[in-house]
């Protein structure tokens, strides 16, 4: 893998990850934006920190692909995030970021803990094709595309502030996806959220992901090789759930052979295109790549977990007043089924 490293000015970069060595033909792109309101206030009734960013109501909305900030620039018309001609991956620090590194005045409020929400915000375009999706791409790119994640988590954690990094995608307008260029993003925050945190230590202490990957019943796998697998988990708690695992447990990419990682990048396309099939409409969903948080190396299991946000055809999965209040999630597809109904589905 090949990285050039471009200096877009006020503390942002541009990461351009290709195959093979590429020559990038430079032009001028958009101007960055001053960081600046970010921050966290403590909800002392819930224990946790909630982030407050202003500067996100002007970001860019579901703009025409002429207008695609994400698109490689073409001399003379609309100015874009990626000011070269051509690319394969770009990572760039997000414009509109929710964290800053950049240090600011945070005026105290009386009563409320609050302070800079520190950390960085990065897009990651997986391709300069406006029109492809994930499961659009080959086997190389996703592959690709994994140990961009898995260097990014490397390279945001080199800064000791950084304790977790969350890649993520938000696909579908339905979830409110603000851009339809194919990207994810990348949150590198100063602290663990609870539920990650929690996450990790039942990771750490009852091994739960790897124990799933090696034993998980026949009835809840959806697909497997050699190297990776790819199932619903018994707890499910999104219709269609999808978890995508190597045999091996890793902390990520640098620990797997390309052999192991096609195999992953195979089961997420092929998982994806399932979701899609399932009731014959792209299905719109989240998903998560899950790193080890600071602290918990060497005893994690690698997983990217698909949370699908349709139970039916027309029907999304509103996260309504008992998930939204309690955090409980209830589900009208039992796991068991979910797989069969994924495992039946044929794919090219
Ligand atoms: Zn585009």
């Known amino acids: 893998m090949f990285c050039k490293v471009i200096d877009r000015g006020k503390s942002r970069k541009l990461y351009l990850y290709s195959l ?21 206030r403590w909800n002392s009734l819930r224990d946790e920190w909630v982030f407050y960013s202003p500067l996100r109501q002007s970001r860019t909305f579901l703009p025409s692909e002429n207008n695609c900030p994400l698109c490689a620039s073409v001399k003379g018309k609309t100015l874009t995030d990626i000011p070269v001609t051509d690319y394969e991956i770009a990572v760039f620090d997000n414009r509109f970021s929710a964290l800053s590194i950049v240090s600011q005045n945070i005026t105290k409020i009386e009563g409320i803990l609050n302070e800079q929400s520190y950390g960085r915000c990065e897009v990651v375009s997986y391709t300069s094709d406006h029109n ?52 994810g993003q990348i949150y590198a925050m100063s602290m663990i959220p609870e539920i990650i945190n929690r996450q990790a230590i039942n990771q750490k ?7 799933l990957v090696k034993s998980v019943s026949e009835e809840l796998e959806i697909s497997k090789d050699d190297n990776a697998i790819s199932f619903v988990p018994p707890f499910a708690r999104y219709p269609y759930e999808i978890w995508i695992a190597p045999f091996k447990k890793v902390d990520c990419m640098n620990q797997l052979s390309g052999r192991e990682i096609d195999s992953i990048a195979n089961q997420l ?21 899950h790193f080890p948080p600071r602290g918990f190396e060497g005893n994690f299991h690698y997983y990217i977990a698909l949370q699908p946000m349709k ?21 009208d597809i039992v796991p068991e089924v979910a797989a069969l109904d994924l495992k039946s589905i044929k794919i090219d």
């Open 205 to 211: 202490e009852k091994n739960i992901v790897n124990n």
């Open 20 to 40: 093979s060595k590429k020559n990038y033909k430079k032009i001028k792109g958009l101007d960055s934006v001053d960081q600046k309101g970010q921050h966290m």
């Open 132 to 183: 492809a999706s994930l499961k659009t791409l080959s086997i190389e790119q996703v592959s690709l595309l994994m140990k961009v994640w898995s260097e990014r988590y490397m390279h945001l954690m080199q800064d000791k502030n950084i304790k977790y990094v969350l890649p993520f995608e938000n696909k579908g307008e339905e979830i409110g996806v603000t851009l339809e260029h194919p990207h």
């Open 269 to 289: 396309i092929s998982s994806i295109k399932r979701l899609d099939t399932l009731f014959d409409n792209p299905m719109p969903y989240t998903m998560a790549v």
């Open 311 to 331: 139970r039916d055809k027309n029907k999304l999965k509103f996260l309504a007043g008992i998930e939204q209040i309690s955090g409980l999630m209830l589900s």
